[in-house]
C-alpha cells in the first residue's frame, strides 16, 4: 500500500474536498443517461430497436408498441438531458477550455446499415475508382484517408441519412488531393455508398447501393478554391 | 471520513505515473507526427480561410488561439507545432506540468477546428493529460531527474503524492464501466444475436481482415461480442479489488479469494489482449495504444518495479542462451 502522512494537514482537507467534486461531477458528466431525442429515431437501426424491444416486453407480459416505447425513451431522454445539462453548465466553460469530458459509447450503436467511402477520378481515358474502402493498395490517397483523424470526418460527418455540412467541404478537400497526384483528372466524384450487412445465415448478401454522391470539377475547384 | 482525506494524502514512488507520461506522450507524438507527415497541418489545425477543412472562424465563442495568432496558415503551424513540443518534452520530462498544462489547452483548441475529427480517445487524451499537469510525473525516468540526481532513474525512497494515479486508475475504469453500459444496441446482447463485432469488423471503414475471412469466423465474433460486453460491465471489480486490498485485515470469505487472486492485473491483461486483438481485426488508429498507455496507473510502483525486474531478469536469460 502507500504511505499515508501520519497527521492530516489542513492542505490535505482542502485537496480531498476538491478532488471529491471532481469526481462528482466527472460521475455525473460519465453517467450514460439515455439523453434520446426525436432525430435519434428517425434512424433505421433505432426502428429496429424499438421493434425488438418491445415485442420481447410483449412476450415478457408486457404488451408495448414501438410508439409507446419511443414516447417513454423520449420523455426519459429529455428528463436526462435536462437534468445533467443544468448541473454540469456553470463547469461548460472549464470543460470547453480543456476539452475534456466523460462521455464514452466506444462503438455503442453498431450501424448494419454501413457506409463504403468510394473515390472516382474522370478524365479523358473515363473513369477510374481511386479508393474503394478498405483499399487494400496501399497508395498515398488510402494512407491519408485512413488516417483515423481524416476517417472520422467522413464515417462521423458523411456516413449518415443525410450527409453534414463537412462531408461537402471534406469531398473538395480530397479532389484537391487527387487532382494535384493526377494532372490528367478533370473531375473527381466522392461517394458514400450504403453497404447492408447481412450477416451468415441471416439472408442473401445486399449488393451496394450509390449514395452522398459529389462530383467536383477541376475547373470549379481552381476558380474557387 | 479521515480515511478519505488520507487516501488523497498518500505517497509513493513515481516510477507509475513516469510510465503513464512516457507511454502517452509517445502514442500522441507518433499521432502529431503523422499529421505533419500527411500534409494534414493546415486542412486539420487551420481556419477555413486558410485552407482547413473546418470552420472553426464561425464558432461562438471564438478561438483564443485564432484570436491571439491571426487566421492565417501560419496559426495552424503554431497550434500543431505548439503540441508537438509541448508534447516532447512531456515525453523527455523537461518542465512536465507545464508542457502538459499547455498541451492540454492547445490540443482542446484543435479539437474544436475540427469536431468530427476528435475522436473519442483525444478525449481521454486530454483527461489524462490535464491529470498529468498537476503530477510529478517526471521525478523519475526523465531528464529532470537527470538534472536532480544525475540519473534518468530516481532514488528508491523518492516519493510523490499518489492522487494523480488513483484519479488515473479510476479514469480506466470509469471509461470501460461507461462503455459497457452505453452499449444499449441489442447487437451487443443475445436478443439482437451478438452481432457487435461481426458488423464492426465488417463496416468497410474499420475492417482489417477480408469479408469472407470475417464470415468464416462469426461464431468466433459472437463470443467476442459477448466477452467484451460482460468484461466492460465488470470493470467496476477493480474497485473491488482495490478495497479488498485496502482492507486485507478484515474478515470475509469474498475479501480473502479476492485477495487471493491478481485481480486487477488479470483485468488488464485480459484488457490488453482484448486491444491488442483489436487492432489486429479492426483499423482503429492509436485507439488500442492510447489507452493501454493509462493502464500503468492501476498498477503500485512497488508491483510494477516487480514485474520489470521478472520481465529484464527473463530477458538477460534468454540473452545469455
Same mark, same amino acid.
Given at each position: 500500500?502507500?504511505?499515508?502522512?501520519?497527521?492530516?494537514?489542513?492542505?490535505?482537507?482542502?485537496?480531498?474536498?476538491?478532488? #471529491?467534486?471532481?469526481?462528482?461531477?466527472?460521475?455525473?458528466?460519465?453517467?450514460?443517461?439515455?439523453?434520446?431525442?426525436?432525430?435519434?429515431?428517425?434512424?433505421?437501426?433505432?426502428? /429496429?430497436?424499438?421493434?425488438?424491444?418491445?415485442?420481447?416486453?410483449?412476450?415478457?407480459?408486457?404488451? #408495448? #408498441?414501438?410508439?409507446?416505447?419511443?414516447?417513454?425513451?423520449?420523455?426519459?431522454?429529455?428528463?436526462?438531458?435536462?437534468?445533467?445539462?443544468?448541473?454540469?453548465?456553470?463547469?461548460?466553460?472549464?470543460?470547453?477550455?480543456?476539452?475534456?469530458?466523460?462521455?464514452?459509447?466506444?462503438?455503442?450503436?453498431?450501424?448494419?446499415? #454501413?457506409? &463504403?467511402?468510394?473515390?472516382?477520378?474522370?478524365?479523358? /481515358?473515363?473513369?477510374?475508382?481511386?479508393?474503394?474502402?478498405?483499399?487494400?493498395?496501399?497508395?498515398?490517397?488510402?494512407?491519408?484517408?485512413?488516417?483515423?483523424?481524416?476517417?472520422?470526418?467522413?464515417?462521423?460527418?458523411?456516413? &449518415?441519412? &443525410?450527409?453534414?455540412?463537412?462531408?461537402?467541404?471534406?469531398?473538395?478537400?480530397?479532389?484537391?488531393?487527387?487532382?494535384?497526384?493526377?494532372?490528367?483528372?478533370?473531375?473527381?466524384?466522392?461517394?458514400?455508398?450504403?453497404?447492408?450487412?447481412?450477416?451468415?445465415?441471416?439472408?442473401?448478401?445486399?449488393?451496394?447501393?450509390?449514395?452522398?454522391?459529389?462530383?467536383?470539377?477541376?475547373?470549379?475547384?481552381?476558380?474557387?478554391? | 471520513?479521515?480515511?478519505?482525506?488520507?487516501? @488523497?494524502?498518500?505517497?509513493?514512488?513515481?516510477?507509475?505515473?513516469?510510465?503513464?507520461?512516457?507511454?502517452?506522450?509517445?502514442?500522441?507524438?507518433?499521432?502529431?507526427?503523422?499529421?505533419?507527415?500527411?500534409?494534414?497541418?493546415?486542412?486539420?489545425? %487551420? =481556419?477555413?480561410?486558410?485552407?482547413?477543412?473546418?470552420?472553426?472562424?464561425?464558432?461562438?465563442?471564438?478561438?483564443?488561439?485564432?484570436?491571439?495568432?491571426?487566421?492565417?496558415?501560419?496559426?495552424?503551424?503554431?497550434?500543431?507545432?505548439?503540441?508537438?513540443?509541448?508534447? !516532447?518534452?512531456?515525453?523527455? %520530462?523537461?518542465?512536465?506540468?507545464?508542457?502538459?498544462?499547455?498541451?492540454?489547452?492547445?490540443?482542446?483548441?484543435?479539437? !474544436?477546428?475540427?469536431?468530427?475529427?476528435?475522436?473519442?480517445?483525444?478525449?481521454?487524451?486530454?483527461?489524462?493529460?490535464?491529470?498529468?499537469?498537476?503530477?510529478?510525473?517526471?521525478?523519475?525516468?526523465? !531528464?529532470?531527474?537527470?538534472?536532480?540526481?544525475?540519473?534518468?532513474?530516481?532514488?528508491?525512497?523518492?516519493?510523490? +503524492?499518489? @492522487?494523480?494515479?488513483?484519479?488515473?486508475?479510476?479514469?480506466?475504469?470509469?471509461?470501460?464501466?461507461?462503455?459497457?453500459?452505453?452499449?444499449?444496441?441489442?447487437?451487443?446482447? +443475445?436478443?439482437?444475436?451478438?452481432?457487435?463485432?461481426?458488423?464492426?469488423?465488417?463496416?468497410?471503414?474499420?475492417?482489417?481482415?477480408?469479408?469472407?475471412?470475417?464470415?468464416?469466423?462469426?461464431?468466433?465474433?459472437?463470443?467476442?461480442?459477448?466477452?467484451?460486453?460482460?468484461?466492460?460491465?465488470?470493470?467496476?471489480?477493480?474497485?473491488?479489488?482495490?478495497?479488498?486490498?485496502?482492507?486485507?485485515?478484515?474478515?470475509?470469505?469474498?475479501?480473502?479469494?479476492?485477495?487471493?487472486?491478481?485481480?486487477?492485473?488479470?483485468?488488464?491483461?485480459? %484488457?490488453?489482449?482484448?486491444?491488442?486483438?483489436?487492432?489486429?481485426?479492426?483499423?482503429?488508429?492509436?485507439? +488500442?495504444?492510447?489507452?493501454?498507455?493509462?493502464?500503468?496507473?492501476?498498477?503500485?510502483?512497488?508491483?510494477?518495479?516487480?514485474?520489470?525486474?521478472? !520481465?529484464?531478469?527473463?530477458? =538477460?536469460?534468454?540473452?545469455? =542462451?
Amino acid at each position: 500500500m502507500s504511505e499515508g502522512s501520519p497527521a492530516l494537514s489542513p492542505w490535505a482537507w482542502v485537496r480531498a474536498v476538491l478532488i #471529491t467534486a471532481v469526481l462528482v461531477l466527472q460521475m455525473l458528466d460519465a453517467i450514460p443517461l439515455p439523453e434520446l431525442r426525436k432525430h435519434h429515431l428517425a434512424n433505421p437501426v433505432a426502428k /429496429e430497436e424499438l421493434v425488438r424491444w418491445s415485442s420481447l416486453l410483449t412476450d415478457m407480459g408486457r404488451p #408495448t #408498441t414501438p410508439a409507446q416505447l419511443a414516447e417513454i425513451g423520449l420523455d426519459m431522454g429529455k428528463m436526462a438531458g435536462n437534468f445533467r445539462k443544468k448541473v454540469l453548465k456553470p463547469w461548460h466553460p472549464l470543460r470547453r477550455l480543456t476539452g475534456t469530458g466523460q462521455s464514452w459509447g466506444l462503438f455503442a450503436y453498431p450501424e448494419p446499415a #454501413t457506409g &463504403r467511402l468510394v473515390v472516382d477520378g474522370i478524365g479523358p /481515358e473515363g473513369t477510374e475508382t481511386l479508393y474503394s474502402a478498405p483499399g487494400g493498395k496501399g497508395d498515398a490517397l488510402e494512407t491519408l484517408l485512413e488516417y483515423r483523424r481524416i476517417r472520422g470526418i467522413y464515417d462521423d460527418g458523411g456516413d &449518415r441519412p &443525410r450527409p453534414r455540412r463537412i462531408y461537402q467541404r471534406f469531398s473538395r478537400f480530397v479532389a484537391a488531393r487527387v487532382f494535384e497526384a493526377h494532372p490528367e483528372l478533370n473531375a473527381v466524384e466522392v461517394r458514400l455508398d450504403l453497404h447492408p450487412l447481412v450477416p451468415p445465415g441471416q439472408g442473401e448478401p445486399v449488393p451496394d447501393s450509390k449514395r452522398h454522391a459529389r462530383r467536383i470539377l477541376r475547373a470549379d475547384l481552381e476558380a474557387s478554391p | 471520513m479521515k480515511w478519505w482525506v488520507g487516501l @488523497w494524502d498518500r505517497r509513493e514512488h513515481p516510477r507509475s505515473l513516469a510510465a503513464v507520461r512516457i507511454l502517452l506522450s509517445t502514442v500522441l507524438l507518433w499521432d502529431l507526427l503523422r499529421i505533419w507527415a500527411y500534409d494534414l497541418v493546415v486542412p486539420l489545425a %487551420g =481556419t477555413h480561410a486558410a485552407g482547413g477543412i473546418g470552420v472553426p472562424e464561425g464558432l461562438t465563442p471564438t478561438l483564443w488561439v485564432f484570436d491571439l495568432l491571426g487566421q492565417g496558415p501560419g496559426a495552424a503551424w503554431a497550434l500543431w507545432g505548439g503540441m508537438s513540443l509541448s508534447c !516532447l518534452m512531456l515525453l523527455l %520530462g523537461l518542465l512536465p506540468r507545464l508542457a502538459a498544462l499547455v498541451l492540454v489547452l492547445l490540443y482542446a483548441q484543435f479539437a !474544436l477546428v475540427v469536431p468530427a475529427a476528435d475522436r473519442g480517445i483525444d478525449m481521454l487524451l486530454r483527461n489524462s493529460l490535464l491529470v498529468l499537469a498537476f503530477a510529478n510525473s517526471a521525478d523519475t525516468w526523465s !531528464l529532470t531527474s537527470k538534472l536532480r540526481h544525475g540519473a534518468f532513474s530516481a532514488p528508491e525512497d523518492t516519493r510523490i +503524492p499518489a @492522487w494523480p494515479r488513483y484519479l488515473l486508475a479510476l479514469q480506466v475504469v470509469v471509461l470501460y464501466f461507461a462503455a459497457g453500459v452505453s452499449k444499449a444496441a441489442s447487437s451487443w446482447t +443475445p436478443v439482437g444475436g451478438l452481432n457487435a463485432l461481426f458488423i464492426a469488423m465488417s463496416d468497410p471503414h474499420f475492417q482489417r481482415w477480408p469479408d469472407e475471412w470475417v464470415r468464416a469466423i462469426y461464431p468466433l465474433t459472437r463470443v467476442g461480442t459477448l466477452v467484451t460486453w460482460v468484461w466492460e460491465w465488470v470493470a467496476p471489480v477493480m474497485l473491488l479489488a482495490w478495497w479488498y486490498r485496502e482492507t486485507a485485515d478484515r474478515t470475509g470469505r469474498l475479501r480473502a479469494w479476492f485477495n487471493r487472486w491478481p485481480i486487477v492485473e488479470i483485468y488488464l491483461v485480459v %484488457g490488453a489482449i482484448f486491444h491488442i486483438g483489436t487492432h489486429f481485426t479492426l483499423r482503429l488508429g492509436i485507439f +488500442p495504444f492510447a489507452v493501454m498507455s493509462v493502464y500503468p496507473s492501476c498498477v503500485h510502483p512497488d508491483a510494477l518495479a516487480r514485474l520489470l525486474d521478472k !520481465l529484464g531478469a527473463r530477458l =538477460t536469460r534468454r540473452r545469455r =542462451t
